[in-house]
């Protein structure tokens, strides 16, 4: 019986690398989101850009300026919505 092949183990991130990433992507992101969605991700780079675009789609869903901690709530519970 043969094993299934190894994933490669991708390279996590650092904060400033993080960061870094989100602001060449999206030149005005807010620092303190792109913090929120480094920690959210866990410093993977694929889950780094899910996070940032859920917290760009909840300010959108919003409506109206967010800050990081209204924005990081709403993240949180669409995720437990989610999971449920």
């Known amino acids: 019986m043969s094993r299934p092949a190894a994933s490669p ?10 960061a870094d990433l ?3 992507r999206a030149p005005r992101f807010p620092l303190p989101v792109a913090m929120f969605c480094h920690a959210w991700s866990g410093g993977l780079p694929r ?17 109206h300026p967010a800050d990081v901690a209204e924005r990081s709530a709403a993240v949180i519970r669409q995720a437990r919505a989610f999971t449920k």
């Open 9 to 18: 183990e991708v390279r996590r991130l650092t904060a400033r690398a993080s």
């Open 47 to 63: 889950d780094l850009v899910r996070a940032a675009r859920a917290c760009t789609a909840a300010q959108r869903r919003l409506g």
């Open 22 to 24: 989100l602001r060449r």
